[in-house]
């Protein structure tokens, strides 16, 4: 089979926990031929670990897009977007794009930190994004705002939420109840527009998963690259996740990351699936 290739429109996170570098470590582990367009650049300070987000000029995102476009991406992630102007080009990208995938990650906070990166975001996601989405990976959180539901604390509600979203046009619904909802495991919902399914796994360690969100909505497009259904894909990333997460490290005293390849390297975590 001939190598996939995927591109990612995202933010760097110098930690490299998460962001594209999270994307590109798991492309890698699929065997898959990352590319990056990106957004912005995180730095942290080391004293206090405040996050220091600079965006790039649009005319250079343009130009990345552009160039990757030629080489040809099979799939299409986008993780930070942090505007409404890049929301809508990553939108175009794949629009322009002959990819036959498009996984959006609807990144709303920047790990670390709490605000709404820019509450006018969420509408444009709802309108430029969610209607050409083959799978969206929305946190509880995410989910909450792209159903406007707000605060989602149940399994009932996360239902709800999930199908409001496939009806804003989004193919394919994962919502990560994960670290949020109040459970001995990790719970998250998979909604094709017919079907729910919960996607469980043992709860792990939770100190260190900086870069859980983006390692599972990249192994999701690699999967789906790969040949994989939307529904093989996302149980295939949460297991790639959870094992992840297992072997998260603390990188100093503020943060610790998962341990992207740990599923291929050092454990393998099942997952078990139920309709719901
Ligand atoms: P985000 O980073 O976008 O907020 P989450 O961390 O909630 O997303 O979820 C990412 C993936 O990791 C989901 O599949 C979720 O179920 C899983 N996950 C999150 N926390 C844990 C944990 N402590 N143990 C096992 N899996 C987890």
Same mark, same amino acid.
């Given at each position: 089979?001939?190598?996939?290739?995927?591109?990612?429109?995202?933010?760097?996170?110098?930690?490299?926990?998460?962001?594209?570098?999270?994307?590109?470590?798991?492309?890698?582990?699929?065997?898959?031929?990352?590319? !990056?367009?990106?957004?912005? !650049?995180?730095?942290?300070?080391?004293?206090?670990?405040?996050?220091?987000?600079?965006?790039?000029?649009?005319?250079?995102?343009?130009?990345?897009?552009?160039?990757?476009?030629?080489?040809?991406?099979?799939?299409?992630?986008?993780?930070?977007?942090?505007?409404?102007?890049?929301?809508?080009?990553?939108?175009?990208?794949?629009?322009?794009?002959?990819?036959?995938?498009?996984? !959006?990650?609807?990144?709303?906070?920047?790990?670390?930190?709490?605000?709404?990166?820019?509450?006018?975001?969420?509408?444009?996601?709802?309108?430029?994004?969610?209607?050409?989405?083959?799978?969206?990976?929305?946190?509880?959180?995410?989910?909450?705002?792209?159903?406007?539901?707000?605060?989602?604390?149940?399994?009932?509600?996360?239902?709800?939420?999930?199908?409001?979203?496939?009806?804003?046009?989004?193919?394919?619904?994962?919502?990560?109840?994960?670290?949020?909802? %109040?459970?001995?495991?990790?719970?998250?919902?998979?909604?094709?527009?017919?079907?729910?399914?919960?996607?469980?796994?043992?709860?792990?360690?939770?100190?260190?998963?900086?870069?859980?969100?983006?390692?599972?909505?990249?192994?999701?497009?690699?999967?789906?690259?790969?040949?994989?259904?939307?529904?093989?894909? !996302?149980?295939?990333?949460?297991?790639?996740?959870?094992?992840?997460?297992?072997?998260?490290?603390?990188?100093?005293?503020?943060?610790?990351?998962?341990?992207?390849?740990?599923?291929?390297?050092? %454990?393998?975590? %099942?997952?078990?699936?139920?309709?719901?």
């Amino acid at each position: 089979m001939s190598l996939k290739k995927i591109l990612t429109i995202a933010g760097s996170d110098t930690s490299a926990g998460a962001g594209m570098q999270a994307d590109l470590k798991t492309f890698q582990e699929y065997n898959t031929y990352g590319m !990056v367009a990106l957004t912005a !650049v995180v730095a942290m300070d080391p004293e206090t670990w405040a996050h220091d987000v600079t965006p790039l000029p649009i005319e250079l995102l343009d130009k990345q897009i552009k160039t990757a476009l030629s080489i040809g991406p099979d799939a299409i992630k986008t993780g930070m977007l942090g505007t409404e102007e890049i929301i809508q080009r990553a939108a175009k990208a794949f629009e322009d794009s002959d990819a036959a995938y498009f996984v !959006v990650d609807p990144v709303m906070v920047c790990k670390g930190e709490d605000e709404v990166l820019n509450p006018g975001n969420t509408d444009a996601m709802i309108k430029y994004l969610l209607p050409l989405a083959t799978i969206v990976t929305p946190n509880l959180f995410e989910a909450g705002q792209l159903s406007g539901l707000g605060k989602l604390t149940t399994i009932e509600q996360m239902k709800e939420a999930a199908e409001i979203i496939h009806q804003r046009g989004a193919k394919h619904v994962i919502i990560k109840g994960g670290k949020a909802l %109040e459970s001995d495991e990790a719970l998250d919902l998979y909604y094709d527009g017919d079907t729910y399914t919960l996607l469980t796994t043992d709860k792990f360690q939770s100190s260190y998963n900086h870069g859980a969100g983006c390692t599972f909505a990249a192994a999701t497009t690699a999967n789906l690259a790969l040949g994989k259904s939307p529904r093989e894909a !996302v149980i295939a990333a949460k297991g790639f996740v959870a094992s992840a997460i297992k072997h998260g490290w603390k990188m100093n005293e503020f943060v610790g990351p998962v341990q992207h390849g740990a599923y291929n390297n050092v %454990e393998k975590i %099942e997952v078990t699936t139920k309709e719901v």
